[in-house]
C-alpha cells in the first residue's frame, strides 16, 4: 500500500478551493464508510468495473477501513492539502470545464 506525502511545496490556497478539498474528503470519506459497511457489495461492483486481481470481501473492508481513517485524519487537518488531493481536485475541475 502507498503512503500519501504531504505536498512539501508552499502554495497559498483560496479558502473556496479549500472547500471545495474538504468536500471531495467528505464525499470520498462516505464512499469508503459504505464500502466498509457492504464489502461483499462493494466487491460485486469493483468486479464489474474490471477489478482484475483476486480480493476478498475481508480485504475491501479492510482496505476501506484504512481509507476512512486516513481521510478522518485529513479531515481534521483542513490547511493540509496533499499531493494526491489536490491532482484529483485539478482533474476535476479539467472534466468540468470540458464537458465530460
Known amino acids: 500500500m502507498m503512503n500519501a506525502a504531504k505536498l512539501v511545496v508552499d502554495v497559498v490556497l483560496d479558502e473556496e478551493t479549500i472547500s471545495e478539498i474538504a468536500m471531495l474528503r467528505a464525499i470520498r470519506l462516505e464512499h469508503y464508510e459504505k464500502m466498509a459497511h457492504n464489502p461483499h457489495d462493494a466487491l460485486a461492483l469493483l468486479?464489474?468495473?474490471?477489478?482484475?486481481?483476486?480480493?476478498?470481501?475481508?480485504?475491501v473492508a479492510a482496505n476501506a477501513l484504512t481509507k476512512v481513517q486516513q481521510l478522518k485524519s485529513r479531515l481534521s487537518e483542513p490547511n493540509v492539502i496533499y499531493?494526491?488531493?489536490?491532482t484529483m481536485y485539478v482533474h476535476t475541475l479539467s472534466v468540468d470545464e470540458s464537458g465530460s
Do not use: F, I, N, V
Not at 468495473?49 to 480485504?59: F, N, P, R, V
Not at 499531493?83 to 489536490?86: I, N, R
Open 83 to 86: 499531493e494526491d488531493e489536490l
Open 47 to 59: 468486479k464489474q468495473a474490471g477489478l482484475k486481481e483476486d480480493s476478498t470481501a475481508a480485504q
